[in-house]
């Protein structure tokens, strides 16, 4: 059971930790390009006069066969902003949108732009990420092998400059909004300021946040955890440690094992660790030992007490 669910567990693994905050940045984005085009036009650019001829509340309207009630007017707006968005078509087709409004082509042209580049990068990223998880397979997520494809991945050019991509296409999306913001303080003052950072304010937070972790500082790692003996190593790992950082992981395991060799404190090391006994597939706490107590890449013992 457990060998048929490793590559289950790995594959959970993988994508609550590597490719969450990818999931996170492009729905947060295509949120904010499909609906703040609609918002703009809805609360800023459309006028009373215009809402009563796009809706016939005066009966003079031809370009709708009866009375267009409220909710069905916003339903109509917001699937005609939709379609836009995603066709890169600026005309609309219904009368919702039609002759009578105030409405900005080029802004949902832009807008379609802004999510097909967003689009763009999520799916190389993401492909990036697959093909270096297929180059590792790793059967277990406890396995160093699955650690070693975290480190691996981090160190490569093409994921720095990926990352580095989605962080300063947050940016780009972020100046984009404060343009629009003041578009809006400058035709509703204060109020209608407040109404679109109340509106926006959550998913543009966690749009940048989500764009902005992978450039974040990442975890120093040690050469040695790249090597083939720590790669055939394997650990027990909670159900619970499925959505933590490989590299966050692995620093608790490190630190465990460090803190046996030193003081001969063995408890929090047996919990990562395999009794050897009955072929139960897990690194036993004297491998573990063995292996910390290598040098590390500058050449120090960190398992030796230190001395002043």
């Not at 300021?193 to 989500?210: A, K, N, Q, R």
Request: aromatic residues 12%; hydrophobic residues 45%; glycine residues 8%.
């Amino acid at each position: 059971m457990d060998a048929c669910l490793g590559p289950v567990k790995v594959f959970l693994c993988f994508l609550l930790t590597e490719c969450r905050a990818i999931v996170i940045f492009y729905f947060s984005l295509k949120a904010v390009v499909e609906r703040l085009p609609e918002w703009f036009y809805i609360h800023v650019k459309l006028s009373v006069e215009d809402e009563v001829l796009l809706r016939n509340l005066d009966g003079s309207s031809q370009t709708t066969i009866e009375l267009m009630g409220l909710g069905g007017f916003l339903e109509c707006v917001t699937k005609e902003f939709a379609k836009m968005t995603m066709s890169f078509n600026p005309d609309p087709e219904v009368a919702c949108v039609g002759e009578h409004a105030r409405f900005d082509g080029l802004a949902v042209r832009v807008a379609s732009i802004m999510n097909y580049i967003g689009l763009s990068i999520v799916l190389l990223f993401v492909t990036l990420l697959l093909v270096v998880l297929a180059w590792h397979h790793p059967s277990n997520y406890g396995s160093g092998r699955f650690m070693a494809f975290t480190i691996h991945l981090r160190r490569l050019k093409a994921y720095k400059f990926a990352a580095y991509s989605l962080a300063l296409y947050s940016v780009v999306i972020l100046l984009c909004f404060a343009y629009i913001t003041y578009c809006t303080y400058s035709h509703k003052g204060l109020s209608g300021t407040i109404d679109i950072l109340s509106e926006f304010g959550g998913t543009l937070g966690g749009l940048i946040y989500s764009g902005m972790a992978f450039a974040l500082p990442d975890t120093k790692t040690q050469d040695i955890f790249l090597s083939e003996e720590f790669q055939r190593m394997v650990f027990k790992r909670k159900l619970s440690e499925i959505v933590m950082d490989n590299l966050l992981f692995l620093t608790h395991l490190d630190k465990a094992a460090l803190v046996g060799a030193a003081a001969g404190q063995m408890s929090l090391l047996d919990a990562y660790c395999g009794t050897g006994l009955d072929g139960d597939g897990y690194t036993t706490a004297k491998q573990a030992l063995a292996f910390v107590s290598q040098p590390r890449d500058d050449g120090s013992y960190q398992h030796l007490p230190q001395t002043e």
